[in-house]
């Protein structure tokens, strides 16, 4: 069976540009490739005009009445969901609740190992790709070393 793949924790560095890590990330064997950087989604979009790439962000979000914050990686999204997201992100149950209600593929950022990657069955868009993450077919995998 056919699979398809993508890093879904990749951020930019200081040390590599957008353009670095999407190359990268293609030599890695991924055939999606999505930039997560803490509260920003200015690196993704230095790439987002390549077929395979989906916007995502790692959204810091406190909790309701509480100091504690929370990162949630929120794959597929829009500019728009960003703003959206990083305009209430003082509640983390109302980011949750948008992200559920717009089927934006997300999950708590520590539940991602950053050395492993996505693999589902077969996608030719990143749309389909992140409908398999939605749908629970996607399973994380160790990089090569």
Not at 7 to 30: F, I, N, W
Not at 50 to 66: G, K, Q
Request: glycine letters at 2%; proline letters at 4%.
């Amino acid at each position: 069976m056919s699979t398809s793949r993508a890093d879904m924790h990749c951020r930019s560095t200081v040390t590599a540009s957008p353009q670095e890590l999407y190359a990268l990330e293609k030599r890695r064997g991924m055939d999606f490739v999505t930039i997560a950087d803490r509260d920003s989604i200015d690196g993704v979009l230095e790439i987002a005009d390549r077929p395979d790439v989906f916007l995502s962000v790692e959204l810091t979000a406190r909790m309701r009445d509480s100091d504690e914050v929370v990162r949630l990686l929120c794959w597929g999204i829009s500019a728009f969901d960003h703003n959206w997201l990083q305009r209430r992100s003082h509640d983390l149950a109302v980011c949750i609740a948008y992200l559920c209600e717009h089927s934006i593929a997300w999950t708590f950022a520590d539940a991602v190992d950053e050395r492993t990657y996505f693999e589902t069955p077969h996608a030719d868009t990143p749309w389909e790709f992140l409908a398999h993450v939605r749908r629970g077919w996607a399973r994380p995998l160790p990089m090569a070393a």
